[in-house]
């Protein structure tokens, strides 16, 4: 079985949870104005803002998702990996220091900075609340199936009970409390990374015993969704008993049955020369009944260090240039991405000048440039461990740390866990804020104390964390990588080009700057509704009838929002009058 709930588990999580919930309620008290709630009365030290940078950034989708993703296609989810740290040194050598000279609280104080506008304001905040909004989506998908082998519990329950836990933890503390969470998640995700790949390393390879299978898992489904697996009726989803877990290895170089302990290097090198077996899922339908099968494939170690096994990426291998536009829209989208998220974006008001923002940036960049480096081992570690939920790539790191040890089985869960609860956190806060700050009192011009203008964001956290929720619930079994990847476009493609501009082109009206921000963000939202992923894996239509050609909208909306403000600009400096910076 694949999935047991356990005591031990379940102490750990609780100890956790409970422990960072009294932590909110404590550095509570000491968020008082609206300066501490929103930005922690930018008095926080750089080192701490620093790991703080990496635990926000450090989502579901970095842990759970590459993780799960490099364990069942190799290579390419490094790709991801790769992508979301380049995009670090747009942040660190474009973004941080003007971000910090600019701003006050929100995305939008930097861009209305220099024009004090309504209309920039709002523009601003849409797109924040939408980047936030699509960003929650996978780490409630992440929280939900966390909850599966931790406690017991159904999908959807998981849901609700992160995004319960993230709204208070919001609401009693705001910015304060959602930093030093962050923190002590971050440091104690890469911590316990590093000790998961260390006995990764120390076990090496093994030869599993017997042949490769050749008969596929079936699972099928009826009319009141009770889901069936090779005949046999499940119950609840994390009863599963009869799903086989996935992952060996079936020959190793020179017919060796075990290596021993390996060297980073020297683990690679072992896993290139080796034959395994993972599992594809190939969908179809019998007597009108959906049908699942998660088939055994044999892969050879080589070809799973190479880009293009995944659907996204397997256009690196053809000739033409068209396939490859998909891959290359996804990796601009992810350089652009990161210095364009409104949670990322926020924390550089939380220090006290440019200085701290450059060197928080920096500790923030080498601990999530470590990390990174961790997921192939912990990735390509799962994928021979012998352990895999197939119909769950999500499952992957924490199934592998169960593999060794409950113990290690019940922190790693518990921190992925609290990995949701930070960035979820970081991300209400800043949509929260959005709404209070841009909206009520910037759009709405409402004159509100400290107090009522933490009340407003209090309640629109609340609201927030509810969307989330439902959001969570619809897009059950998407990998939460791939899910991030979308809000990384829409941020690209709604705020970097305003962020650019605004710094670096003199002639940039408000006029531009609303019609690129609004341009980008519903160019891309409609793209990615349109793609042919959003046909297969939600709407359960042919990917092929989609209305655009490829599933990443990066490499057409982020220049056509360049464009707009660009056009715009120069159509409407003409007149000469305030809108000139």
Request: one cysteine or more; glycine letters at 10%.
């Amino acid at each position: 079985m694949i999935y047991t709930s356990s005591t031990l588990a379940i102490i750990v999580f609780l100890v956790m949870v409970l422990g960072t919930v009294a932590l909110s309620f404590y550095l509570g008290s000491k968020a008082k104005s609206s300066a501490g709630y929103f930005a922690a009365g930018g008095e926080i030290p750089w080192f701490v803002n620093g790991i703080a940078f990496a635990g926000d950034y450090l989502s579901a989708a970095s842990f759970l998702g590459i993780c799960g993703m490099i364990a069942f296609y190799g290579f390419d989810g490094f790709l991801y990996s790769i992508g979301y740290l380049a995009g670090w040194l747009v942040a660190l050598l474009v973004i941080a220091e003007p971000l910090k000279r600019l701003g006050k609280y929100t995305f939008a104080d930097a861009l209305a900075s220099k024009f004090q506008s309504s209309g920039i304001r709002s523009a601003a905040g849409l797109s924040t609340l939408v980047v936030s909004l699509v960003y929650l989506i996978p780490q409630m998908v992440g929280a939900g199936a966390l909850v599966k082998p931790l406690l017991g519990l159904q999908y959807w329950q998981g849901v609700v009970l992160v995004g319960s836990i993230v709204v208070v933890i919001v609401v009693t503390a705001g910015m304060v409390s959602t930093t030093y969470v962050q923190f002590l998640k971050g440091g104690l995700l890469v911590l316990f990374s590093l000790v998961l790949s260390i006995m990764v390393l120390n076990r090496g390879l093994t030869r599993s015993e017997g042949q490769a299978r050749t008969v596929p898992q079936r699972i099928t489904v009826d009319e009141q969704n009770n889901k069936y697996i090779d005949g046999v009726r499940l119950g609840l989803k994390q009863d599963q008993s009869n799903v086989q877990p996935v992952g060996r290895v079936l020959e190793l170089n020179g017919g060796k049955t075990s290596t021993g302990p390996l060297g980073p290097i020297s683990f690679l090198t072992e896993l290139s020369g080796a034959k395994i077996e993972l599992s594809q899922t190939v969908k179809s339908t019998q007597d009108g009944k959906p049908v699942i099968e998660y088939a055994p494939r044999v892969v050879q170690g080589a070809a799973m260090m190479a880009p293009g096994n995944h659907p996204t990426f397997q256009g690196i291998r053809q000739q033409q240039w068209y396939p490859k536009l998909d891959f290359i829209s996804l990796m601009l989208a992810l350089f652009g991405g990161t210095a364009s998220l409104p949670h990322i974006l926020i924390r550089y008001y939380t220090v006290k000048d440019q200085a701290s923002a450059r060197k928080s940036t920096i500790v923030g960049i080498a601990t999530i440039g470590f990390f990174y480096l961790l997921t192939l081992y912990i990735g390509f570690g799962a994928m021979v461990s012998g352990s895999m939920d197939p119909s769950d790539s999500n499952m992957a790191a924490p199934l592998l740390a169960k593999s060794f040890s409950e113990l290690l089985f019940a922190a790693v869960s518990a921190i992925a866990f609290t990995t949701v609860l930070g960035t979820v956190s970081g991300l209400i806060v800043a949509a929260g804020g959005c709404v209070a700050h841009d909206f009520v009192a910037g759009m709405l011009g409402m004159q509100l104390s400290d107090q009522q203008l933490i009340r407003v964001a209090k309640i629109a956290s609340i609201a927030i964390g509810a969307i989330a929720i439902l959001a969570g619930l619809a897009f059950e079994g998407m990998n939460v990588t791939y899910l991030v990847g979308w809000a990384f476009a829409i941020a690209a493609s709604a705020n970097l080009p305003a962020l650019l501009m605004l710094l670096f082109y003199k002639g940039t009206t408000k006029q531009g700057i609303i019609t690129g921000v609004l341009l980008g963000t519903v160019s891309s939202v409609l793209w990615i509704a349109l793609c042919p992923e959003m046909y297969k894996s939600m709407y359960g239509l042919d990917p092929k009838s989609a209305w655009v050609p490829f599933s990443q909208p990066g490499i057409v909306t982020i220049p056509l929002s360049f464009l707009a403000i660009l056009v715009v600009s120069k159509m409407t400096a003409a007149s000469g009058d305030e809108t000139r910076i």
